[in-house]
Structure formats: C-alpha cells, structure tokens
C-alpha cells in the first residue's frame, strides 16, 4: 500500500520532461546582451562625456595667450605674460610672477583685449 502511495506521488513527477537544450543557450545570449548593453550604457554615462570635457579643456589650453587673464587649479587669479612650450608665466600681484605648467589652468576668466564686462 505504501508502495503504490510513493509510486503515485513520483508518478507525475517522473513524467515532467527536461528543459529543451535551447533554453540555456537563449539564457547566456540573454546574459550577453545585457552586459553589452550595461557597458554601452556606461560608456554614455561616463566615459563619453569625460573626453568630450578632457579635448575642450586641451583646446582651451592650446588658445593660450599673453594677456588673458586666467583662474588656476589652486583658486589663484592672474594674467599670463608669457607662453612657453610647456609653461607658462602667470603674473599673480603687483611684482609677483609664478611659472605654472599648462594643465593648472583651470578656466579662462578673459582672453586678451577683452574688456572686464564683456561676455565671451
């Protein structure tokens, strides 16, 4: 009687047919694109923007010329005096001249022979 009862309950179980083969497969094609979707996310998010603004400051950097008067990393205002290849000569007071190198420059606050009130 036991048996049979046990034989009953694993009958139906018994008879249930394993996955088709194709389902994995379709679960890792799944998994793929899903991370290839997630990495071409990041990329927009994240890296896309950081070159666009890493050329822009580049660009910036390379328009460079005495007399712009310009904000460095550090919070210090001046005006360039000279332009070398590799730094420049920032004049920061009355009798005072710093030597920075171009990447310091944060932002350009006036281009030369621009007049203070004047947008860009």
Do not use: C
């Amino acid at each position: 009687m036991i048996k049979m009862l046990t034989l009953a309950a694993i009958s139906p179980l018994a008879q249930q047919t394993a996955p088709a083969t194709g389902a994995p497969a379709q679960g890792g094609m799944m998994m793929i694109l899903f991370w290839g979707l997630f990495l071409g996310a990041m990329w927009f998010l994240l890296i896309a923007p950081q070159r666009k603004k890493q050329k822009e400051q580049q660009k910036m950097i390379t328009a460079l010329a005495a007399g712009d008067e310009v904000l460095l990393t550090g919070g210090i205002y001046g005006e360039i005096t000279s332009v070398r290849p590799d730094r420049l000569i920032v004049r920061i007071g009355d009798n005072t001249k710093v030597e920075v190198e171009k990447s310091f420059i944060h932002t350009v606050v006036r281009k030369s022979g621009q007049a203070a009130g004047e947008k860009k």
